[in-house]
């Protein structure tokens, strides 16, 4: 098993802040990847970890993944993130410590890194982290209100669905198509309403089986249980929650057409996009499809309208177009194609630094 330091040796990122919080026993990890093409933005998770290690490894590869939807999206913003590894679940004014702590690691990094909600940090987290620094967005304080990323993730993933049902199906009408939500959180259920809305057959998976119930009742929705999803006969395959999903133990159990989902991370290692397509599964590459929350949430903070954020984040649809065209002209993975596009878009940007 790799220790703390020897990830480090290992990444091919830019640097990782490291703090320990004695107070919770809690490690804080801010790692950035790469600020070729502007300052790092990227969300905060806050989890338990079996090791520090593995709480280092997750900050590590989200930051690499926001590098990739940075490019992707085509905004000048660098990829970061953070990991807050806690020994267990933080509530009042321990999480509330724990947060200024971590704002004030945020705060000396003078702008090069920003925090925004990710899984385990809310809106609400990022006022108190705004009273260490305004380096933290999910909190509207001229209107006093939260600013969620997770219905924009929501809105990118579902338009992001309708450009991969008519590269596989020929049309976009969710009508007798089904699609399975793993994960019903901040971005699951904002999802599962309009696809329930759009006339999709919803079947919903949680670790927590109470909430999926619960969204299951209100939109006549079925329930799965988690060690049967990945065999559950359906269209669509939305992982919604953590990473790593799609890999060698699980592929050859999806009868999907397509995965289109709002995790991060959801191949286990690059070889997985190339398994998904060798057995005809059409991928849509996790960094774009999920882009939803990274377009809005800057300009929300900034101010911009709704109308302009939503067009924004609707422009995922189109990039999905290019990028599964791209993919069949090549007869590769869109998860290669993609790939392509966004070492092309930092190698301009090292290019034009120099
Ligand atoms: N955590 C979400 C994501 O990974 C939303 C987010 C985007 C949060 C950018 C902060 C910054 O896309």
């Given at each position: ?167 596989v ?82 592929i050859?159990?999806l009868t999907c057409r397509i ?16 398994r998904l397509h060798g057995r005809g599964i059409l991928y ?49 993975a ?21």
């Open positions: 098993m790799d220790s703390v330091q020897q990830l480090i040796a290992d990444w091919d990122g830019e640097f990782v802040v490291t703090s320990f919080d004695a107070d919770t026993g809690s490690w804080i990890f801010i790692a950035i990847h790469d600020t070729t093409l502007g300052p790092a933005l990227g969300g905060l998770r806050m989890n338990t970890y079996p090791t520090e290690a593995d709480g280092l490894r997750d900050a590590m590869r989200l930051a690499e993944g926001m590098t990739h939807k940075w490019a992707a999206l085509g905004l000048p913003r660098g990829g970061g993130k953070s990991v807050v590894a806690a020994p267990r679940k933080l509530t009042g004014d321990t999480r509330c410590k724990l947060l200024h702590r971590y704002g004030r690691t945020v705060a000396s990094l003078r702008g090069t890194y920003a925090c925004g909600p990710d899984l385990g940090s809310t809106p609400d987290d990022m006022r108190t982290i705004n009273d260490e620094t305004e380096h933290a967005h999910g909190w509207d304080h001229r209107r006093n209100q939260p600013l969620d990323p997770g219905p924009y993730t929501a809105l990118g993933v579902f338009v992001g669905m309708r450009a991969s049902l008519r590269q199906f020929g049309g976009d009408d969710f009508g007798g198509r089904t699609v399975l939500i793993q994960g019903v959180g901040d971005v699951g259920i904002p999802l599962a309403r309009q696809l329930s809305t759009a006339g999709a057959t919803l079947a919903l998976t949680d670790i927590d089986e109470a909430r999926a119930t619960q969204l299951a009742t209100e939109l006549g929705a079925s329930v799965v249980p988690p060690e049967a999803a990945y065999a559950h006969p359906c269209d669509i395959y939305a992982p919604c929650a953590v990473g790593a999903t799609l890999n060698a133990t699980t050859p159990q995965v289109a989902g709002s995790a991060n991370n959801q191949l286990a290692e690059v070889a997985d996009g190339t849509a590459p996790d960094y774009v499809i999920n882009a939803g929350g990274a377009a809005a949430l800057p300009a929300l903070s900034a101010g911009s309208d709704e109308a302009t954020v939503t067009e924004r984040v609707r422009g995922i649809e189109h990039t999905l177009d290019e990028i599964f065209a791209e993919a069949r002209e090549h007869d590769e869109p998860a290669t194609t993609a790939r392509r596009r966004v070492e092309r878009i930092l190698a301009e940007g090292r290019a034009g630094r120099r």
